[in-house]
T-cell receptor, first 113, second 114 residues
């Protein structure tokens, strides 16, 4: 089955810096890669996703890149703000309709003012 | 506003007790999921359901069962709770169809088994 590895487990940056979180997956059949953000006391919330026929996707300060050959995908956050502090999870899916997700182990991002 | 609610935020149970965790969604979603979240392990799928009375095992179903009698409600059952089931439990739901895949999560239930 699919296995998703995520690094780093914790990341501390200064406000305004960029943050990069990296994930690798094992199943070449995976074709959907979402990123979820979990704030303290809340459930995870989708922030961006990418399908395997796309190499990069941007939404304001966040972007996701996908390298299918290397089975890598990354989350990039530019101009970080304190409200970006949260736990971020990557995930991968190879199931029909992308219903089943396999999650990474999470990255705790701390943005200091 | 989409909403997934879970019956309890915090729950403390004794070893051997039968435990019910309830999840309700108001978005008319076909799919519902139960995950457990542990530090360093991320979210792991326990069970999911794609229709009323239908269920499929996830990656870690041992020690758990589920019930889906109504479309909006999905219950996770610990038949005989054990200390290694102390964890955060998250319920999620989404709509079927390849273009509608975002999973909406509830706030979680932190279960402690003593």
């Amino acid at each position: 089955g699919e296995n998703v590895e995520q690094h780093p487990s914790t990341l501390s940056v200064q406000e305004g810096d960029s943050a990069v979180i990296k994930c690798t997956y094992s199943d070449s059949a995976s074709n959907y890669f979402p990123w979820y953000k979990q704030e303290l006391g809340k459930g995870p919330q989708l922030i961006i996703d990418i399908r395997s026929n796309v190499g990069e996707k941007k939404d304001q300060r966040i972007a996701v890149t996908l390298n299918k050959t290397a089975k890598h995908f990354s989350l990039h956050i530019t101009e970080t703000q304190p409200e970006d502090s949260a736990v971020y999870f990557c995930a991968a899916s190879n199931s029909p309709g992308f219903q089943k997700l396999v999650f990474g182990t999470g990255t705790r991002l701390l943005v200091s003012p | 506003d989409v909403k997934v609610t879970q019956s309890s935020r915090y729950l403390v149970k004794r070893t051997g007790e039968k435990v019910f965790l309830e999840c309700v969604q108001d978005m008319d979603h076909e799919n519902m999921f139960w995950y457990r979240q542990d530090p360093g392990l991320g979210l792991r799928l326990i069970y999911f359901s794609y229709d009323v009375k239908m269920k499929e095992k996830g990656d870690i179903p041992e020690g758990y069962s589920v019930s889906r009698e109504k479309k909006e409600r999905f219950s996770l059952i610990l038949e005989s709770a054990s200390t290694n089931q102390t964890s955060m439990y998250l319920c999620a739901s989404n709509k079927q169809g390849s273009g509608l895949r975002e999973q909406f999560f509830g706030p979680g239930t932190r279960l402690t088994v003593l």
